[in-house]
């Protein structure tokens, strides 16, 4: 009994240590759900890009590769969210992810093209450009062939808003009566046509009446 009596307060002493020991393997079992988060690392070839669309000063964020079934993925994609023109900033909608090539080539675009053409053709810059979005897993409208959109390479550009506030779409606008606008889709369009593999507009068929379908090329340009 004296025995007994006399361990009695060191088991005491003990039991604050063997309740914090208790608690190691709760807080390892949480480890592996913090080391389950991803570090984006793009190949050589992505961060080479993304440095390039880094120095047009276009406000972006690098999204991980993904897949989505056989036909259908989004590798090295960025998040476009503005892009810089001469002396101001162009804000985007409606755009998910886009192939960073692509996105390097509608930068240059927007800037060079669309910007200086509403500058020069009706008189403000440019200041918003709409977008009826980039990837779809989906086939060409009446085709079993993958879309460009299936691969983040195409864009669909539906209007433009200008720094003084007019908008114009090209669903509303492409053929306008008013001969300054329909110059300025016109030499937009021409422009996009030097840049982009193919460009698809209201001319071309009825599925693109109210959008202008940009994509990468792939060695065959088609303007249409």
Not at 160 to 187: C, E, H, I, K, M
Not at 205 to 215: I, P, Y
Request: overall charge positive; charged content about 15%.
């Amino acid at each position: 009994m004296r025995r007994h009596a006399a361990l009695a307060p060191a088991l005491l002493a003990l039991t604050p240590l063997l309740a914090a020991c208790g608690a190691v393997p709760q807080q390892e079992s949480r480890q592996p759900l913090q080391r389950s988060t991803q570090i984006y690392s793009p190949s050589p070839q992505a961060g080479a890009c993304l440095a390039s669309l880094g120095r047009t000063n276009a406000s972006f964020t690098p999204l991980p590769d993904q897949y989505f079934g056989t036909h259908c993925a989004t590798l090295g994609a960025v998040k476009l969210v503005s892009l810089r023109s001469d002396r101001s900033t162009l804000t985007l909608t409606d755009l998910g992810p886009v192939a960073c090539p692509l996105a390097e080539t509608f930068a240059a675009w927007a800037r060079f093209g669309v910007d200086r053409a509403a500058e020069q053709i009706l008189g403000s810059r440019l200041a918003r450009i709409e977008t009826m979005g980039s990837y779809s897993c989906r086939t060409i409208a009446g085709s079993v062939r993958m879309s460009a959109h299936a691969r983040a390479e195409a864009i669909d550009v539906s209007g433009f808003v200008l720094a003084d506030g007019r908008r114009y779409t090209v669903l509303r606008d492409w053929n306008s009566p008013d001969p300054q606008v329909r110059a300025f889709f016109a030499t937009i369009q021409q422009s996009a046509c030097k840049r982009f593999g193919t460009v698809l507009g209201p001319a071309y068929n009825l599925a693109h009446r109210d959008h202008l379908h940009v994509e990468l090329g792939n060695g065959r340009g088609f303007c249409r």
